[in-house]
Nanobody, 121 residues
Framework: QVQLVESGGGLVQAGGSLRLSCTAS??????????MGWYRQAPGKQRELVAA???????VYTNSVKGRFTISRDNAKNTVYLQMNSLKPEDTAVYYC?????????????WGQGTQVTVSS
C-alpha cells in the first residue's frame, strides 16, 4: 500500500511563504511516472485542485494561485513539492497530496493525510 507523507504546513502571516512536501513511502512507486496533484479543502468548502504535475512534467494551476504557487518534483527523493509564496488568508485550508490521478484531476488513487496551512491577516 502506497503511503503519501506530507509535511511543511503551518501558520504564516499574509505575504509569507511555505513549502509543502509529499514523499511516497514505497520505492516501487515512482512519482516520476505518475500524475501528482495538490488539493485543498477549506472549512465549509469543497475540495479543489490547487496544482498538479503530469508524468511528462506538464504543470497545471488553479487560477487563484497562478504566479504565486509552484509545483515541482525531485525524482531522486520521490518527492513532490508545492512552493507557496505571497500567501493570502483565503489560502487557508487543509492541503492534500494525491497520486495516480486521472488527467482530468477528478480522481486519484492515493491520498496523503493532509497538512494544515493557516494564513493570518
Amino acid at each position: 500500500q502506497v503511503q503519501l507523507v506530507e509535511s511543511g504546513g503551518g501558520l504564516v502571516q499574509a505575504g509569507g511563504s511555505l513549502r509543502l512536501s509529499c514523499t511516497a513511502s514505497e520505492n516501487i512507486f515512482s512519482i516520476r511516472l505518475n500524475h501528482m496533484g495538490w488539493y485543498r479543502q477549506a472549512p465549509g468548502k469543497q475540495r479543489e485542485l490547487v496544482a498538479a504535475i503530469t508524468s511528462g512534467g506538464t504543470t497545471v494551476y488553479t487560477n487563484s494561485v497562478k504566479g504565486r504557487f509552484t509545483i515541482s518534483r525531485d525524482n531522486a527523493k520521490n518527492t513532490v513539492y508545492l512552493q507557496m509564496n505571497s500567501l493570502k488568508p483565503e489560502d487557508t485550508a487543509v492541503y492534500y497530496c494525491a497520486a495516480e490521478c486521472t488527467l482530468n484531476w477528478r480522481t486519484c488513487a492515493y491520498w496523503g493525510q493532509g497538512t494544515q496551512v493557516t494564513v493570518s491577516s
